[in-house]
């Protein structure tokens, strides 16, 4: 059995931690403008080494990540594990198996499954039961060639992977 090369190319493209980081930008705040997910606040800064923003207003845990509040706000694995997962899963008509994500990511089997399973949950707690087992996405984003598309152009399909939001518990 072979790797589709689709998510060999989603694995290599999020390996790329600035791709992961660009990615959940647009995926969570559309508008470009970071906001404090626990307070909404937009007066935060980018603590660029710890990979965290600090929000300045007063409340406990001002720290935040592309994590928090996702499903993978507690997961010890990266999102350089989970978004290829998201991508396959969101993208791929055949699905995905855990085998395929395990040998595609190096996690254990039984990792890839859990993966696997806590996506697709957080889908279908979406979709009110249903899997949503097919949304088009457009492959551009992941050839990382957006910025330099027309802007009408860009925020169509950036919008499309907006449909993503569902697969990360947003
Ligand atoms: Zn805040």
Request: hydrophobic content about 40%; aromatic content about 8%; overall charge positive.
């Amino acid at each position: 059995m072979e790797l589709g090369s689709a998510l060999i190319q989603a694995v290599s493209f999020f390996q790329n931690y600035e791709n992961c980081h660009k990615f959940m930008v647009e995926l969570r705040w559309p508008d470009g403008e970071v906001v404090c997910p626990r307070c909404g606040s937009g007066h935060v800064k980018y603590l660029e080494k710890a990979r965290v923003w600090k929000c300045y207003a007063k409340h406990e845990s001002p720290k935040f990540s592309l994590k928090t509040g996702t499903i993978f706000e507690e997961s010890p694995l990266g999102l350089d594990k989970w978004l290829p997962a998201v991508w396959m899963i969101v993208n791929d008509k055949n699905g995905i198996s855990s085998w395929e994500l395990h040998r595609a990511l190096g996690v254990t089997q039984k990792t890839a499954w859990f993966m696997l399973h806590r996506i697709r949950l957080a889908m279908q707690d979406e979709k009110g039961g249903k899997l949503s087992g097919h949304v088009e996405v457009d492959e551009s984003m992941i050839g990382g060639k957006s910025r330099n598309m027309h802007r009408s152009k860009r925020a169509e399909k950036i919008r499309g992977s907006l449909r993503l939001r569902p697969a990360l518990g947003l």
